[in-house]
């Protein structure tokens, strides 16, 4: 079996098992622990049990690789393989009950990431990708869209939640609304880009996305033929992520090409 392909299989297994201890947490009452970046950004005690399971997981499987993981685990590994983790992207839907949320877990070399899993335990679905090998959900290979249109093509989209960024956000969006069909907002940005790399959306934009937020969603995507980046030819990051076939990536570009950046902390 490849390195790859072992990789694959923790990650894979490690998704459900930490999916199965958040399903049981929503069982019960699910409150916020602590605030993140505002008020409304919440972590709840279950991200953290998630990544703690996750780590525990990964140290008795792979004890020499790296680690970087949305609530503080960051530690530096001597295997040449890092995890790329979000024990819970969609923290606000799981704590309202909202069906889409994910556990996202990448594995990254010197080259960037090598495979990726994202599992939505109460959508019943798992995308994954291996990095030359094509994307999957439940073993069917996905292709991104082949609309040409912009002006037909339904677009993704998240938002911050500090109150400036939402407000430049805002503004952003009444450029992009009036040129694309329509646009919805699900909440998680892993399943987002899930979504481009099946079609469910045509194209995905979204400013503050950090590195865990990115990894696993982002193989997939671009494994399904997205094309993923930011603006005049920055890499996708904190920034900008845009999300788009080839065909749409011009036009949507054009459209976001005078979004103001927002000042940063």
Known sequence: MSL???????ALDLARE???LLLKGREGEVTAAATKSSPTDVVTAMDAAAEELIGRRLGERRPDDGLLAEEGSDRRGSSGIRWVVDPLDGTVNYLYRITHWCVS????????????????????KTWTAIRGRGAYRDG??????????LAQAMCATGFGYEAAQRATQAQVLTRVLPQVRDVRRFGSAAIDLCHVAE?????????????????????IAQEAGVQIGGLDGASAGVDLVIAAPPQLWGPLTDILDGDPRPDRD
């Open 105 to 124: 877990i990448a594995a990254e070399d010197a080259a960037g990431p090598l495979v990726g899993v994202v599992h939505a335990p109460v959508l019943g």
């Open 4 to 10: 790859e392909d072992q990789l694959l299989g923790i």
């Open 18 to 20: 930490a999916g199965d």
């Open 140 to 149: 069917r290979r996905l292709q991104c869209s082949e609309q040409a249109d």
């Open 199 to 219: 079609a469910v959306v045509d194209v995905y934009y979204e400013r503050g996305l950090n590195p865990w937020d990115l990894a696993a969603g982002g193989l």
